[in-house]
Structure formats: structure tokens, C-alpha cells
């Protein structure tokens, strides 16, 4: 995780270098059966290019990754994409929370125990490293009590569940929302002055994991990229519809990164990211994964 923190905080440094970094939105083709959905970047600065291909039909998702040579058109790699998107999402988390949350957050609130809380959590955990406790709410009783053991003992932090989202977030500094919720879980009169709070659960305009309210009251909005937040932010939409919210508010990853906009510059500041999920991550995290494998020698030639 911490190497691809890294790996993300050059690459969205990169896209507002100019030097030819390049993300495009994702594409959806709509089936009688499910969904395919297409992405693609290109970070000639390391010599990459790519795209990810995943489609969704019921509750099976199956992510691939093309990893080209920027230089040659080679296909240098494919990749199974299940587990780097879930390490990707939470590394962009990571990066949005070193500008965004405050250094000394000693509390956390995760709202889910599914697929992308676990790399949601131990983001955090390195972006704020004075985390003390995590308090953790999911619907599954069962899956919150077993998540929270298990990442107690890997994490070295406590991890408490909650048998509510209002009291997991209560009196925390952070809040994470990585769910598979269609409406709002997390309502804004539960933040308090200095809450930095990263929506990362729904990337259509049929999900919502925070209401408007909450992108009302923040003072700073970041999104991955301002292009796909327009087509696919709902929380971003719906506020901007109610008037609480305008998209000149709001900065791209990549501007923070690059340090052409500033991130927190005040404590009692409340900061939002929202986040996507773009094609520019899964570049980055593949270019990673695929220089570790040819120095360990590890995958398949073909």
C-alpha cells in the first residue's frame, strides 16, 4: 500500500505537468445481461500506457488490465484487476488524505467491511499515522465484528464496531465511506469543524453514500478527475442541482498532488474527496505491480 501511495501521488503529480499523462473517463456499454465498462491512461513519464476492461453481471465483477509500452506498443502484461483495484482505490484515498486530513486525526469512522474497506483502512492508517482507534459500522453484524477482529491484529490499531454509522462517526476526525449504498449513510449535522471525510462507494448517478448537505458544508472538494466527477459524482450533482454546491469549488487530485492548489490550510477546515475510481490509478498501480513481478521473476510469460 504504501508503494502505491507513492506510485499514485507521482501519477496524478504527472497529469498536471504536461508532459503527455492522460486519463480517459470511463465508457459503459449497457447489455441485456449486465455491463461492460472500458477505461484507458497513458503515463509516458514512466513509459506506460493501458487500459482496464471489467464487466458486471449480477454480483460477479471481473477486472483486466492491458499494460502497453508508451515508447513501443508493446503489450508488456495482463493483469487480473479485482485485487489492484481494491489496492489502487484505497492508495488514491491515501494520497487525498496527506493533503486533506488533519495531521493530528486520532480518530477514524469507516462506514463498511466489504471489498474496499480493507485497503481503505490500511491507506488511512499510513496518510494518518496518529491514528489511535477506527470505529467500523456495516448492515452485516457478523461481517463488521469479524472484519474489525481481524484487522485489529493485522493493523496494530484497534478496530471497534459500531452498531450505528452516526456512532461510528462521532467524535472522529476522518470518515471513510466505502459502501454498496444507493442512498445517503452519512449525514452532515454528524461532522464537526476539522473532519476530512472520503466518499469512495458509488461511481454512478444511481448511488449515493452522502447527502448534499455534506458537500455543502465542505470548504474544500477534491475528486479524481473533474471530467468523470461531472458524469458520475451523484452526491457532487444532486448538490449542485440544490444549489449548495459549485463545480468551480471543486480541484482536481492532480492539481493538490502537484501542489498547484492547496490542500487543508486550516484545522477547523472540513475537506471532502470523492472519489471514482480512474483509469490513470489503475496504470499506475499495474506499471508497479508489473516491475515487481519481472524482479522477482514472478507471473507467466507468454
Request: proline share 2%; glycine share 8%; with cysteine.
Amino acid at each position: 500500500m504504501s508503494d502505491a501511495i507513492g506510485a499514485l501521488e507521482s501519477a496524478f503529480s504527472a497529469l498536471s505537468s504536461g508532459d503527455g499523462t492522460a486519463t480517459q473517463s470511463r465508457q459503459r456499454f449497457f447489455l441485456p445481461h449486465g455491463v461492460m465498462h472500458h477505461m484507458a491512461a497513458a503515463l509516458p513519464g514512466k513509459g506506460y500506457m493501458g487500459t482496464k476492461t471489467y464487466t458486471s453481471f449480477g454480483r460477479e465483477v471481473r477486472f483486466y488490465v492491458l499494460l502497453f509500452s508508451s515508447e513501443s506498443g508493446e503489450l508488456l502484461a495482463l493483469i487480473e484487476g479485482n485485487k489492484l483495484g481494491q489496492v489502487r482505490t484505497g492508495a488514491a484515498t491515501g494520497v487525498a488524505a496527506r493533503y486533506l486530513a488533519r495531521k493530528d486525526s486520532h480518530f477514524a469512522a469507516l462506514l463498511g467491511s466489504g471489498y474496499q474497506a480493507q485497503a481503505q483502512a490500511e491507506a488511512i492508517l499510513l496518510a494518518c499515522p496518529n491514528l489511535r482507534e477506527v470505529f467500523v459500522y456495516s448492515r452485516d453484524f457478523v461481517r463488521r465484528e469479524r472484519f474489525c477482529q481481524q484487522m485489529t491484529r493485522r493493523a496494530n490499531v484497534r478496530f471497534t464496531p459500531r452498531t450505528s454509522a452516526e456512532e461510528a462517526v462521532r467524535g472522529t476526525q476522518v470518515v471513510l465511506c466505502a459502501t454498496t449504498a444507493t442512498d445517503p449513510i452519512l449525514m452532515a449535522d454528524w461532522l464537526t469543524e476539522g473532519h476530512f471525510v472520503a466518499a469512495v462507494g458509488a461511481n454512478r448517478l444511481t448511488a449515493r453514500e452522502i447527502e448534499e448537505q455534506v458537500v455543502g458544508r465542505a470548504d474544500i472538494v477534491v475528486v479524481d478527475d473533474m471530467a468523470q466527477a461531472r458524469a458520475e459524482a451523484a452526491e457532487l450533482i444532486f448538490a449542485y442541482e440544490k444549489r449548495l454546491f459549485s463545480w468551480d469549488q471543486a480541484y482536481p487530485l492532480s492539481a493538490i498532488a502537484a501542489r498547484r492548489e492547496k490542500g487543508r490550510t486550516d484545522l477547523d477546515q472540513i475537506t471532502l474527496f470523492k472519489s471514482l475510481g480512474i483509469a490513470l490509478e489503475d496504470i499506475a498501480v499495474a506499471a508497479l505491480v508489473y516491475e515487481k513481478a519481472k524482479a522477482e521473476g514472478s507471473g507467466t510469460d507468454f
